[in-house]
C-alpha cells in the first residue's frame, strides 16, 4: 500500500492550494480515503475523507464549505481543494486510509495506512 501526498507549499491568506494522494495497494471501494492535519502545538485533526462503500463524506466544522475532497478513479488519486485559507490551516498534512466508511471523526494515525505528509503554510 502506497500514499503519496503532495501538492503544499506557500500561500497568503485567502488563496488556494489542491492537494493530491496518489494511492495504490488497494481497493478504493473498500476503503475511505482522506486527510488529516498536525500543527505544533494543537492536536492531529481529521480534516476531510470519501468512502465509496456508504457514499459518504466527511468535513471537519473547521474546514465545511471551504475544503472540497473527491476522487479520480482513473487516476487512483484522491484530491482536497483548500480555498479561502487562513493562517490557522497551516499544518502538515497527511493523507490516510481507512477500510470501511469514513466514520465520525474522519481519519487520523491510527487508520489502516498514511503517508508522509505535506506541508501548508498560510501567511497572514
Known amino acids: 500500500v502506497q500514499l503519496q501526498a503532495s501538492g503544499g507549499g506557500l500561500v497568503q491568506a485567502g488563496g488556494s492550494l489542491r492537494l493530491s494522494c496518489a494511492h495504490s495497494g488497494f481497493t478504493f471501494d473498500d476503503y475511505a480515503i482522506g486527510w488529516f492535519r498536525q500543527a505544533p502545538g494543537k492536536e492531529r485533526e481529521g480534516v476531510s475523507c470519501?468512502?465509496?462503500?456508504?457514499?459518504?463524506?466527511y468535513y471537519a466544522d473547521s474546514v465545511k464549505g471551504r475544503f472540497t475532497i473527491s476522487n479520480d478513479n482513473a487516476k487512483n488519486t484522491v484530491y482536497m481543494q483548500m480555498n479561502s485559507l487562513k493562517p490557522e490551516d497551516t499544518a502538515v498534512y497527511y493523507c490516510a486510509a481507512e477500510f470501511g466508511p469514513c466514520g465520525d471523526y474522519g481519519l487520523g494515525p491510527e487508520s489502516d495506512y498514511y503517508g508522509q505528509g505535506t506541508l501548508v503554510t498560510v501567511s497572514s
Open positions: 470519501i468512502s465509496s462503500s456508504d457514499d459518504s463524506t
